[in-house]
C-alpha cells in the first residue's frame, strides 16, 4: 500500500469519530439517507478523491516513462 493511500485511509478513520451526522429514516425506522455538517461532506469527498488518486499512481508505477517534451507531443496527438 502506498504512503498516500495508507495516509488518507488513517485520516478516514479519524473522520468517522467525529459522530455529527444525522441519520433519516423511512417509515420502518431504517436509515435510508445521512445528512453531515458541510465541511466534513467536503472533507469526505477530498478523501475518496485521494483515495482514488493513490490508486491510479499504484496502478500506473509499471507504465513507461516519457520525457516531458514526448509526453506533451503525445498529449497533443491524442
Known amino acids: 500500500m502506498s504512503t498516500l ?3 488518507q485511509t488513517l485520516t478516514l478513520k479519524t473522520a468517522k469519530k467525529l459522530g455529527h451526522e444525522k441519520y433519516i ?3 420502518k425506522g431504517e436509515i435510508e439517507f445521512v445528512a453531515l455538517p458541510i465541511q466534513e461532506y ?3 469527498m477530498e478523501l475518496i478523491e485521494d483515495y482514488g488518486l493513490g490508486l491510479a499512481i499504484k496502478e500506473a508505477e509499471g507504465d513507461a516513462r516519457y520525457k ?3 509526453a506533451l507531443r503525445y498529449l497533443e496527438n491524442a
Open 5 to 7: 493511500v495508507r495516509k
Open 25 to 27: 429514516t423511512n417509515s
Open 42 to 44: 467536503e472533507q469526505l
Open 68 to 70: 516531458k517534451e514526448a
